[in-house]
C-alpha cells in the first residue's frame, strides 16, 4: 500500500452530495413543522401584550379623569356625550357666619373669615358657593350676572377672604357654610383617535364645542388609538352624582374597552 492510500484509509469519508440534499430537506421539515407548533404561542403572547398595552393606557385615561372629577365643583360636570367639562377647585373650606364671626358672606361686606387653616389665593381664581344651577344659583354664569361665583383678591395665607364685585345672593348661601376656590374649567373631548384635555381657558355659561374649545387653547394628548364611537361620557345628577366614563381602544387588530363609574358630590 503506498503512501497515498494509507493516508485515505486514515481519513474519515465526507457528505455525498445526496446526503447533504437529504438533510436539508429535512432540516426544512422540522423548520417547518416547528413554525406551525411556535406560531400560535407567538402570535397568542404578542395579542397579549398589546391588549394589556391598550388596557394600561386606557386605565391611566380613566384614573386621570377621575382625578379631576374628585376636585369638581359641585354640580358642575357636563357632558354633551363625547365631551365633558367641570369646574376644577383647587380648594375650599367653610365660611363663618356674621353671628359667630362678625364679618360673613352675606353681611354688607366682600370678605368672610375662613374656618379652618389660613388660605391663600390668586388674582386669577374665583370664589363660589352654593352651586345649584337648576335654582339659579349657576358658578357657570357670566361673571357680571352670576349670583354665586365671584372673582378672589390676591392674598397669602389669610384667615379671611376678600372677593370683587356684587354680594353673592342670599338664596345661593349653603346651609353648609362651604365655599370652593376654583381655578378654571376642565374639559375632555375624544377628536380622531385621540382625547385631549383642555384647561386654562375661560368660564362660559354654556358648553363649548370641540372646534370652540382648539380655537381657545391648545390641548394636551391624554391617550391615542381610541375609538371615539365606543369613547363616552354620561353624567346624571340622582343623589350624589355619578359621571360613567366608557373608553375604548384599538391597535393592530387588538380592541380593549374599559367602563368606570366615578361618584361626583354634589353637596354644595
Given at each position: 500500500?503506498?503512501?497515498?492510500?494509507?493516508?485515505?484509509?486514515?481519513?474519515?469519508?465526507?457528505?455525498?452530495?445526496?446526503?447533504?440534499?437529504?438533510?436539508?430537506?429535512?432540516?426544512?421539515?422540522?423548520?417547518?413543522?416547528?413554525?406551525?407548533?411556535?406560531?400560535?404561542?407567538?402570535?397568542?403572547?404578542?395579542?397579549?401584550?398589546?391588549?394589556?398595552?391598550?388596557?394600561?393606557?386606557?386605565?391611566?385615561?380613566?384614573?386621570?379623569?377621575?382625578?379631576?372629577l374628585a376636585t369638581a365643583v359641585p354640580n358642575s360636570v357636563r357632558s354633551d356625550?363625547?365631551?365633558?367639562?367641570?369646574?376644577?377647585?383647587?380648594?375650599?373650606?367653610?365660611?363663618?357666619?356674621?353671628?359667630?364671626?362678625?364679618?360673613?358672606?352675606?353681611?354688607?361686606?366682600?370678605?368672610?373669615?375662613?374656618?379652618?387653616?389660613?388660605?391663600?389665593?390668586?388674582?386669577?381664581?374665583?370664589?363660589?358657593?352654593?352651586?345649584?344651577?337648576?335654582?339659579?344659583?349657576?358658578?357657570?354664569?357670566?361673571?357680571?350676572?352670576?349670583?354665586?361665583?365671584?372673582?378672589?383678591?390676591?392674598?397669602?395665607?389669610?384667615?379671611?377672604?376678600?372677593?370683587?364685585?356684587?354680594?353673592?345672593?342670599?338664596?345661593?348661601?349653603?346651609?353648609?357654610?362651604?365655599?370652593?376656590?376654583?381655578?378654571?374649567?376642565?374639559?375632555?373631548?375624544?377628536?380622531?383617535?385621540?382625547?385631549?384635555?383642555?384647561?386654562?381657558?375661560?368660564?362660559?355659561?354654556?358648553?363649548?364645542?370641540?372646534?370652540?374649545?382648539n380655537a381657545l387653547v391648545t390641548p394636551a394628548v391624554l391617550v391615542?388609538?381610541?375609538?371615539?364611537?365606543?369613547?363616552?361620557?354620561?353624567?346624571?345628577?340622582?343623589?350624589?352624582?355619578?359621571?360613567?366614563?366608557?373608553?375604548?381602544?384599538?391597535?393592530?387588530?387588538?380592541?380593549?374597552?374599559?367602563?368606570?363609574?366615578?361618584?361626583?358630590?354634589?353637596?354644595?
Open positions: 500500500m503506498n503512501h497515498t492510500a494509507r493516508k485515505s484509509a486514515l481519513l474519515p469519508a465526507g457528505f455525498t452530495l445526496i446526503e447533504l440534499v437529504v438533510t436539508i430537506v429535512i432540516l426544512g421539515i422540522v423548520s417547518v413543522m416547528v413554525t406551525v407548533f411556535l406560531q400560535r404561542p407567538i402570535e397568542g403572547y404578542f395579542a397579549t401584550t398589546r391588549r394589556a398595552q391598550l388596557a394600561d393606557m386606557a386605565d391611566f385615561a380613566l384614573r386621570r379623569i377621575a382625578r379631576d356625550g363625547t365631551s365633558m367639562e367641570l369646574l376644577q377647585a383647587r380648594t375650599g373650606g367653610r365660611y363663618c357666619n356674621a353671628a359667630d364671626c362678625g364679618n360673613a358672606l352675606l353681611d354688607g361686606d366682600k370678605i368672610f373669615s375662613i374656618i379652618g387653616p389660613n388660605l391663600s389665593a390668586a388674582a386669577t381664581e374665583f370664589l363660589v358657593i352654593g352651586n345649584l344651577p337648576n335654582s339659579g344659583c349657576d358658578a357657570y354664569a357670566d361673571i357680571a350676572t352670576s349670583l354665586n361665583r365671584r372673582s378672589l383678591t390676591a392674598q397669602v395665607a389669610s384667615a379671611t377672604l376678600t372677593f370683587t364685585g356684587n354680594l353673592f345672593d342670599a338664596s345661593c348661601a349653603p346651609v353648609t357654610n362651604r365655599f370652593q376656590i376654583v381655578v378654571g374649567p376642565v374639559a375632555y373631548a375624544c377628536v380622531g383617535t385621540t382625547l385631549w384635555r383642555y384647561t386654562e381657558y375661560g368660564i362660559f355659561a354654556t358648553q363649548r364645542t370641540i372646534a370652540q374649545l391615542t388609538n381610541l375609538n371615539c364611537a365606543g369613547t363616552t361620557f354620561d353624567v346624571t345628577s340622582i343623589g350624589e352624582g355619578l359621571v360613567e366614563l366608557r373608553i375604548q381602544l384599538q391597535a393592530s387588530g387588538e380592541s380593549i374597552n374599559l367602563y368606570r363609574q366615578v361618584k361626583v358630590d354634589n353637596t354644595p
